[in-house]
């Protein structure tokens, strides 16, 4: 079996897990609003870090950022027997390459590789680049090879910025939201980015949950938008739950992707709708954090794997009244209840999907 | 004990020539990739215009991968390469760069996501399956076997489409390959380095 071990993050809310998630509690977000300036020629809403992250000496910021939500688990959990480092990230170090340049921290590899040495892994790190699905994909790839037995531990760190670069495209999508994102509302109107890092430790031994089912499936349909059908997000979930040996309503929640896109929460909506899912609890987590690309699947997991340990349903921030044309059971308050399984979802451009269910176990 | 499992069909694709399974099927010496690419897309017969919107990166994975697919199988692919998007990236970079000359375009942006050439192979293909994109500092010979055999071992893949599909500043070279239980050659590290 593949388990979950210890997770932490570092996000604008706070400098770890337990602050990050006391200030969500209180329904406090990151997104704040930002103005006209070098970053984009009009005003914008993003979670980003008030403080200049101080990177540590012979670091970029995001190597820091790495580097602040994995060390944690590192000192409490030290690596033992065949360890991988996995790291997800959509842009890696991508300001490296202003000015037209490829210097040496703008490939991944080598910026992994500077983790990994931090703190004192022998084997190669793998990045996983998959656009927004890679911080939930890690930690499937990362429950396949302990599950296969490859690899004895696999410590999944995952982390992106808020940049001019992504600013500036997601802008150019016109898929940036005019206010703080609104997930599945009736007034949704786009995206709102995020920054953040996160860390999990999936272990073949023992842990605190089990990781119990994952699918990911390619819509197949389009590079930039989401399928009509929901088609591979369907599968994905399908897959997982098979695996998991689970029927749909034995989830106790579904920590959804949501990025209040139009189209991202329809599809969502309709996949959730032809699984049968209409009354599990969803929330999207985007209006804490914003999008927080390859970070945002695996930040969602940890928040979402502390929800469940302290047995509270975290509301979707920023919804008001329904905006899909399915019946979904958004989360709108606060609720204590005892979490058993849930399920992690995301997909994003290149038509990728993902469904991870974890099962806790004390 | 673990099922053996082999490399298939193999793809390759540098310096001008396309080689499927060691042989030379197409070659055009002293061309710019845009260049060589059109021509390799006309020498396949391929029809489908939506290649000529493809970043360089896509182009290359989607020629590589097409000498080794067919419509609607479940293949997952796995690729990886050393620079990601960078080639595309530079490309929008530019465009922002200068706010005399602003001019981000989302015909652009949206290729400075490497896995985007594995979206356009499974469109083309119609593959319902994994897609998986990974980076290293080189050619991963223990990474490849690690986790393709892995995904077929626990049934999450019929089989793989693994490559290899590196593109910078006119530097490119493919290598896709498939692994599942027909061929020759065991799916191992040691096999892939000969292959090399």
């Known amino acids: 079996m593949s388990f979950i071990v210890d997770y932490n993050c570092f996000t604008p809310l706070g400098g770890d897990l337990r602050a990050t998630v006391d200030r969500l509690e209180q329904g406090i977000s990151g997104i704040r609003r930002f103005e006209a300036g070098k970053c984009l020629p009009v005003p914008y809403y993003a979670s980003r870090f008030r403080e200049p992250c101080e990177p540590e000496p012979g670091f970029t910021r995001l190597e820091s950022m790495l580097i602040r939500a994995l060390a944690p688990v590192v000192e409490r959990h030290p690596p033992g027997g065949h360890a991988l480092l996995l790291v997800s990230t959509t842009k890696g170090n991508i300001g490296a390459i202003r000015g037209g340049g490829t210097p040496p921290e703008a490939f991944m590899g080598p910026m992994a590789g500077k983790v990994a040495r931090y703190f004192g892994f022998s084997e190669t790190p793998w990045v996983l680049s998959n656009a927004c699905v890679s911080g939930i994909l890690a930690v499937a790839v990362a429950k396949r090879m302990t599950l296969a037995g490859v690899y004895d531990q696999v410590y999944v760190v995952a982390g992106d910025e808020v940049t001019e670069f992504v600013l500036s495209g997601f802008n150019a999508f016109q898929a940036l939201g005019s206010g703080p994102c609104k997930p599945y509302d009736k007034n949704r109107d786009g995206v709102t980015l995020g920054e953040a890092s996160a860390a999990v430790l999936v272990s073949a031994r023992e842990g605190i949950f089990r990781v119990a089912g994952d699918g990911a499936i390619n819509d197949a349909n389009h590079i930039s938008g989401p399928s009509r059908t929901g088609e591979g997000l369907y599968r994905s979930i399908r897959l997982a739950l098979d695996e998991a040996g689970l029927e749909g309503p034995e989830l106790d929640f579904i920590s959804a992707h949501g990025t209040a896109t139009e189209y991202n929460d329809e599809m969502e909506a309709i996949a959730l709708d032809r699984l049968g899912l209409n009354e599990v609890a969803v929330n999207s987590l985007k209006g804490y954090f914003g999008h927080t690309l390859g970070a945002s699947g695996l930040l969602e997991t940890v928040i979402s794997l502390e929800s469940a340990r302290r047995g509270i349903l975290y509301p979707c921030l920023g919804y008001e009244n329904s905006g899909v044309s399915k019946p979904l059971a958004v989360i709108r308050q606060k609720e204590e209840r005892e979490i058993r399984h849930f399920m992690k979802t995301a997909s994003g451009f290149g038509g990728a999907n993902t469904a991870v269910i974890f099962e806790k176990l004390i | ?196």
């Open chain 2, 1 to 196: 004990m673990k099922e053996a499992l082999y490399i298939g069909d193999r793809c390759e694709i540098r310096n001008g020539e396309i080689r499927v399974n060691g042989e030379t099927v197409f070659s055009a010496e002293g061309e710019l990739f845009a260049d060589f690419a059109k021509k390799a897309y006309r020498y396949l017969e391929m029809d489908y215009p939506k290649f000529f919107k493809m970043d360089k990166l896509s182009k290359l994975a989607f020629l590589a991968a097409s000498r080794l697919l067919s419509e609607g199988s479940d293949t997952a692919l796995v690729f990886a390469n050393r620079a990601a998007s960078l080639d595309t990236d530079l490309v929008y970079e530019a465009s922002i760069a200068d706010k005399e000359a602003y001019y981000p375009s989302p015909a652009v942006f949206v290729y400075t996501l490497p896995n985007i050439c594995l979206g356009e192979i499974s469109i083309k293909y119609k593959l319902y399956s994994e897609n998986t994109f990974f980076v290293f500092e080189k050619f991963p010979s223990d990474f490849f076997p690690a986790y393709a055999n892995t995904l077929i071992r626990t049934g999450k893949a019929e089989d793989v489409l693994c490559g290899w599909v590196e593109m910078l500043h006119e530097e490119y070279h493919a290598l896709v390959y498939r692994a599942g239980r027909v061929g020759t050659w065991e799916h191992t590290e040691e096999n892939l380095k000969k292959m090399i």
